[in-house]
């Protein structure tokens, strides 16, 4: 717990966990952190519609595999894939913010 005597903020944690931003490191972690949020928005959107994995998959063109693996942040997406399930599977609008 010595290691964590100076932590202040919660930038300072993730540094320490993961590295300095532009690290291998930290950018898998920043990879894994979108997954996982991407596949959050998608699972409580899905559930939000009353929509089964399946359901949403037979919509968009896709297999229930390949949602189960988005919701669950284990599978890439492209971003035109991902504008389909949201827009034609779950009749909602997508917005992206670059940082």
């Known amino acids: 717990m010595k290691k964590y005597e100076n932590i202040k903020t919660f930038d300072e944690l993730i540094e320490l966990e993961h590295g300095k931003i532009g690290s291998e490191t ?19 959107a899905r559930k ?36 389909r399930i949201f827009e034609q599977g779950l009749n909602r609008r997508i917005g992206l913010t670059f940082l």
């Open 26 to 44: 930290r950018n898998k972690y920043e990879e894994g952190a979108q997954k996982f949020i991407i596949g959050e928005m998608l699972k409580e």
């Open 48 to 83: 939000e519609a009353k929509l089964t994995q399946e359901q949403l998959a037979e919509r968009t063109g896709t297999k229930k595999s390949y949602i189960s693996k988005l919701e669950n942040g284990k599978g890439n997406v492209q971003l035109s894939t991902l504008i």
